[in-house]
């Protein structure tokens, strides 16, 4: 459903250069209104013909072209659904282009602009996390937590897919970073499964 909506605006938004994980939230404040972010962003932001939903949140604003470690991510500006403030930035790449080389390119941004992540984390694929394996990289600075994560699907995922030619039917492989205030995400790793 992104790609339906993201894949169609034009790659070529008026940047005079590709903004870094830094410029996608410098300026901004947690709270404030879709209208605020418009008017801070200017050209540079995109307003959706229709909000994504994201459960506890909706993005009607995005940025394209916010580039970490060489690689091109698009900010959703995740508004609270109860009080319509920010409650969330987060960037993803396309799923057409999600792979571990880009995931440990992003990774090397991020330690060049936030130094060592506080925590590293990783799940094993299993048949409760519908054989998904991910990996997980978390920074607290000031009044941000940064998590970069990437979920990868193994083949047994595709159990179950009968026509395996007509693209994915099972998990999809994602690649995000999630910028939120202090304590509004859970940002630890998750607890090891117990075995059964």
């Given at each position: 459903m992104l790609c339906v909506?993201?894949?169609a605006l034009p790659?070529?938004?008026?940047?005079?250069?590709?903004?870094?994980?830094?410029?996608?939230?410098?300026?901004?404040?947690?709270?404030?209104?879709?209208?605020?972010?418009?008017?801070?962003?200017?050209?540079s932001a995109t307003v959706l013909p229709r909000p994504l939903d994201f459960g506890d949140s909706y993005t009607d604003i995005v940025?394209?072209?916010?580039?970490?470690g060489g690689v091109p991510l698009i900010a959703f500006f995740q508004m609270d659904k109860t009080t319509g403030g920010l409650k969330r930035i987060q960037l993803e790449r396309q799923r057409h282009g999600v792979n571990p080389p880009a995931f440990r390119a992003v990774i090397g941004g991020l330690k060049s602009e936030f130094g060592a992540?506080?925590?590293?984390?990783?799940?094993?694929?299993?048949?409760?996390n519908g054989y998904q394996g991910a990996a997980e990289r978390i920074w607290r600075r000031d009044d941000i937590v940064i998590?970069?994560?990437?979920?990868?699907?193994?083949?047994?995922?595709?159990?179950?897919?009968?026509?395996?030619?007509a693209?994915?039917?099972?998990?999809?492989?994602?690649?995000?970073?999630?910028i939120s205030p202090p304590g509004a995400d859970s940002a630890g790793c998750p607890a090891p499964d117990r075995p059964r």
């Open positions: 909506l993201i894949c790659l070529s938004a008026p940047l005079a250069r590709a903004a870094g994980v830094d410029d996608a939230f410098q300026g901004t404040y947690w709270g404030e209104s879709s209208g605020a972010l418009l008017a801070h962003f200017g050209a940025l394209q072209r916010i580039v970490v992540p506080d925590e590293m984390c990783a799940m094993r694929p299993s048949p409760a998590q970069a994560i990437f979920r990868d699907t193994t083949l047994e995922a595709f159990e179950g897919c009968f026509d395996l030619t693209g994915p039917c099972g998990l999809t492989g994602q690649m995000l970073v999630r």
